[in-house]
């Protein structure tokens, strides 16, 4: 990699602007999901179509609720998905279960075509995604239901 | 029915201002560390694990900046460079399956941290999975091919 290095100022003002991009970009997703699934937390309609989801998200440990987290990160992004997550009151594991899956598969739509434009097989890859997530997601709480005995 | 707005909009800012707490300090941190000489060495240790993977150098800019940036926002970068060294279609396929279970790695592992997630465990697992996958598929697609 052939590339000038910047000084020290310089450094510190790209990733100040960085850091500053990636929470705003954040923030604009979590503010009103968060808002709006804190809302119908206090109504049926999420224990409902959690209810629905129970017996899949089971085989990962998780709550039937956290399907709706990763609708949003299959859909639109991980921002999205912590939005969703935040007011749901997940422990840590479940949260750290939630991070590993949704970071294999996420934004699926877009990274797909993506994926797709560089000449790879968008389709095939996008696939293969969701599959690992699956797996991984099952084989980690396996793992975790052995260690915790 | 107000109060439960306000208490669903005060949830938000929390985690709003959490999330500029702690994803500004670190994203500098790591903007300021990353041209020292040990990153640049651990690129050169990374050799073997690539050739392991069946990709050629050539494939080091545009993985590393798949790994680090993510798929969206390095795409321009990924595109360019895989279309300037005419990388072989086997190539581009193991390298989007590494990124494509395995990119953005800082971003994604963080913001899930933010909300008391383990970032050593979702950056690991991650990784290996990521390595292991393509390195068996390039094992077997070789064989396959009967090819170098």
């Given at each position: 990699?052939?590339?000038?290095?910047?000084?020290?100022?310089?450094?510190?003002?790209?990733?100040?602007?960085?850091?500053?991009?990636?929470?705003?970009?954040?923030?604009?997703?979590?503010?009103?999901?968060?808002?709006?699934?804190?809302?119908?937390?206090?109504?049926?309609?999420?224990?409902?179509?959690?209810?629905?989801?129970?017996?899949?998200?089971?085989?990962?440990?998780?709550?039937?609720?956290?399907?709706?987290?990763?609708?949003?990160?299959?859909?639109?992004?991980?921002?999205?998905?912590?939005?969703?997550?935040?007011?749901?009151?997940?422990?840590?594991?479940?949260?750290?279960?939630?991070?590993?899956?949704?970071?294999?598969?996420?934004?699926?739509?877009?990274?797909?075509?993506?994926?797709?434009?560089?000449?790879?097989?968008?389709?095939?890859?996008?696939?293969?995604?969701?599959l690992?997530?699956?797996?991984?997601?099952?084989?980690?709480?396996?793992?975790?239901?052995?260690?915790?005995? | 029915?107000?109060?439960t707005?306000?208490?669903?909009?005060?949830?938000?800012?929390k985690?709003?201002?959490?999330?500029?707490?702690i994803?500004?300090?670190?994203?500098?941190?790591?903007?300021?560390?990353?041209?020292?000489?040990?990153?640049?060495?651990?690129?050169?240790?990374?050799?073997?694990m690539?050739?392991?993977?069946?990709?050629?150098?050539?494939?080091?800019?545009?993985?590393?900046?798949?790994?680090?940036?993510?798929?969206?926002?390095?795409?321009g970068?990924?595109?360019?460079?895989?279309?300037?060294?005419?990388?072989?279609?086997?190539?581009?396929?193991?390298?989007?399956?590494?990124?494509?279970?395995?990119?953005a790695?800082?971003?994604?592992?963080?913001i899930?941290?933010?909300?008391?997630?383990n970032?050593?465990?979702?950056?690991?697992?991650?990784?290996?999975?990521?390595?292991?996958?393509?390195?068996?598929?390039?094992?077997?697609?070789?064989?396959?091919?009967?090819?170098?």
């Amino acid at each position: 990699m052939a590339e000038t290095i910047p000084d020290i100022p310089t450094r510190l003002r790209t990733g100040f602007i960085g850091g500053l991009q990636t929470s705003l970009k954040l923030i604009k997703f979590v503010l009103p999901l968060y808002v709006a699934v804190d809302l119908l937390k206090k109504t049926p309609v999420i224990d409902l179509l959690g209810e629905l989801f129970a017996p899949l998200m089971q085989l990962f440990g998780l709550p039937g609720a956290a399907a709706f987290a990763f609708i949003a990160a299959f859909l639109l992004n991980l921002y999205a998905a912590l939005a969703v997550m935040a007011p749901l009151d997940l422990t840590p594991w479940q949260v750290t279960q939630c991070g590993l899956m949704m970071g294999i598969a996420h934004n699926l739509l877009v990274e797909g075509a993506v994926l797709g434009s560089t000449g790879a097989r968008g389709g095939l890859l996008t696939l293969c995604r969701l599959l690992i997530a699956g797996v991984t997601g099952m084989l980690l709480e396996l793992g975790h239901r052995l260690w915790v005995g | 029915m107000m109060e439960t707005l306000l208490l669903a909009l005060l949830g938000a800012l929390k985690l709003a201002a959490k999330l500029l707490l702690i994803v500004v300090p670190l994203v500098t941190v790591f903007e300021v560390l990353r041209y020292h000489p040990i990153f640049r060495r651990a690129g050169r240790a990374v050799e073997p694990m690539m050739r392991g993977m069946g990709l050629s150098p050539q494939a080091a800019v545009p993985l590393f900046t798949g790994i680090f940036l993510g798929i969206a926002y390095g795409a321009g970068i990924i595109i360019r460079v895989a279309q300037e060294k005419r990388l072989p279609g086997r190539e581009l396929f193991l390298m989007g399956l590494f990124l494509a279970t395995c990119h953005a790695v800082v971003e994604d592992t963080l913001i899930f941290v933010v909300i008391g997630g383990n970032g050593w465990i979702m950056l690991g697992v991650r990784l290996l999975i990521a390595f292991g996958l393509t390195a068996a598929l390039a094992w077997l697609w070789r064989r396959k091919a009967g090819e170098e």
